[in-house]
């Protein structure tokens, strides 16, 4: 995540920002520009000469996303109209746990769009196009997931109590609504960046067939547990369940690693060529993003326990883990013709 400021008054800003509390000038993002620029008394804003307006879920969202002003109605952001199912007006709790996965989901559509990874809405393509159903569990049974691109989600993940209550009686070391996101979507980009392509053979060594029985595997995975000494071959025992699974919770450690070296990169924490739109194609750039890695993820866990709390990534990166995750490297980042 970049380094943000008000274009104002200089404060420094997140990227969560509405309003410059050193200014109070309203903000928005705008991403084309990857910035967060100022929003006049008229709640419009203006980027290369082009108009905007927020995002027409600047409320029910909290979204601080800028769309292009246009005649005849109100528009959603990048992010927002990949929502296909959301809570009711009438339904409060639940709309509260949306705004919070809203704004994890901005995270992950910005990291997506840095490393240039293709996005097609389900409005776009009705059969295969990205899509969010963010559901509410209180009243319905609601299974996080992914299918032929709808990611569904449960907002309960977005409660702390509940969220920590699973992870540990699930035994996991890290569970976060953002690391949902990225594992889901590793589904998705499965499907767009390997599919039945040439890269599928490759896919098959490292991970396995992923048209294994996905039922069969995931009843033996929660009545036998991961297999002995998984730890040398896997980033976590859920990606022992299955190829697909691996494949996703590869991806969405890439995604981690990526995310978190670009903000280091941005307070100086790392060298300035970790950013996420730094060129670093093929096996020589991925073996820059983990000679990057290792040292930061080592101090940052010791900053961490410094401060009480548990290891900030509490994984250890094995060889062959490494392998998988140069693999999905190499689809995002191919090396150079």
Not at 56 to 70: D, G, K, T
Not at 202 to 229: C, I, K, N, V
Request: with cysteine; hydrophobic share 40%; aromatic share 8%.
């Amino acid at each position: 995540m970049r380094d943000f400021v008000c274009h104002n008054c200089g404060q420094q800003l997140s990227f969560e920002n509405t309003l410059c509390l050193k200014c109070s000038r309203p903000l928005g993002f705008h991403l084309p520009s990857r910035s967060i620029v100022t929003v006049g008394d008229d709640g419009t804003a203006e980027v290369d000469g082009t108009a905007l307006i927020r995002c027409a879920n600047n409320l029910v969202a909290s979204c601080n996303w800028l769309v292009p002003q246009r005649v005849g109605g109100e528009a959603m952001c990048e992010s927002c109209r990949l929502t296909r199912t959301r809570p009711g007006d009438g339904d409060t709790d639940a709309l509260t746990e949306f705004a919070v996965a809203e704004a994890a989901k901005r995270r992950v559509v910005l990291e997506l769009t840095e490393l240039g990874l293709p996005i097609v809405a389900r409005t776009d393509d009705p059969a295969t196009g990205l899509a969010f159903d963010l559901l509410s569990s209180a009243e319905q049974s609601v299974i996080t997931g992914h299918a032929d691109g709808v990611i569904t989600l449960d907002l309960a993940e977005g409660d702390d109590v509940h969220r920590e209550q699973l992870r540990v009686s699930m035994a996991e070391p890290y569970r976060t609504l953002i690391g949902h996101f990225r594992h889901e979507i590793g589904h998705y980009y499965q499907m767009v960046l390997v599919g039945s392509g040439p890269q599928r053979s490759r896919f098959d060594e490292l991970f396995g067939s992923p048209d294994a029985d996905y039922q069969a595997a995931l009843d033996r995975h929660y009545s036998s547990g991961p297999p002995p000494q998984w730890e040398d071959t896997f980033v976590s025992s859920y990606a022992t369940m299955h190829p697909a699974e691996d494949w996703a919770e590869t991806f969405a450690h890439y995604l981690h690693i990526r995310d978190t070296l670009d903000t280091a990169a941005a307070f100086a924490m790392a060298p300035a060529s970790a950013t996420l739109d730094s060129d670093l194609p093929g096996d020589v750039g991925f073996e820059r993003v983990i000679e990057w890695w290792l040292p930061l993820s080592w101090s940052l866990n010791q900053i961490n326990r410094s401060m009480g709390h548990q290891d900030l990534y509490p994984f250890v990166l094995p060889g062959p883990v490494l392998e998988k995750m140069a693999f999905v490297h190499s689809v995002i980042e191919p090396a150079e013709a």
